[in-house]
């Protein structure tokens, strides 16, 4: 996949978890809105309960309907605290991921462009120098295309010379 492919795709899932996000906020306002109103119900009852059973079954209705709206509130608040806290730490790991790839994607392209860089420098200083050499020893030379092949005019006087392993050598004219 390619590096702005997996780009994109990072920021869809981004966009996909915000709005998750958003989904579990109002969920958790829904259910509060919810507990509000079952709070309501239990504290109208409790006033029912006070009439018909006294004032002290009716104050501990309220109390337990109040200590059981809270306990829900908190439980909803530290879902979505740690809902909340799971995506941003998720962003963060995709985030490093994504900068860990480019960084050693991008070191790795360039040292492999600077060791090809380093061989081409040598070879063009072999070339160079084989260039020199022929110019100081056979710059007089004359070279020129024989049928698709590179030819040099030679001294038809001068003796053939043999090499080790038989091949043959003339002079260049004019050495």
Not at 6 to 35: G, N, T, Y
Not at 89 to 94: E, F
Request: hydrophobic letters at 45%; a neutral charge.
């Amino acid at each position: 996949m390619k590096d702005e492919d997996k780009i994109f795709s990072l920021i869809a899932q981004a966009e996909d978890m915000q709005a998750h996000a958003v989904k579990l906020q109002q969920d958790a306002q829904d259910a509060l809105k919810k507990i509000q109103d079952a709070s309501k119900g239990a504290v109208k009852e409790a006033a029912r309960e006070f009439i018909i059973q006294g004032a002290e079954t009716a104050s501990k209705g309220l109390v337990d309907a109040s200590r059981g709206a809270e306990a829900a509130a908190a439980d909803i608040r530290g879902a979505f605290s740690r809902a909340c806290f799971v995506h941003v730490l998720w962003l963060i790991l995709v985030a490093l991921v994504v900068m860990a790839g480019l960084y050693f994607g991008t070191g790795y392209l360039v040292s492999s462009r600077v060791a090809e860089a380093e061989r081409l420098k040598r070879e063009i200083a072999a070339l160079e120098a084989r260039a020199a050499d022929f110019a100081a020893r056979a710059g007089k030379a004359v070279l020129t295309d024989c049928e698709g092949r590179t030819c040099i005019q030679i001294d038809a006087k001068a003796p053939n010379f043999s090499g080790p392993q038989g091949q043959q050598y003339r002079v260049i004219f004019g050495y």
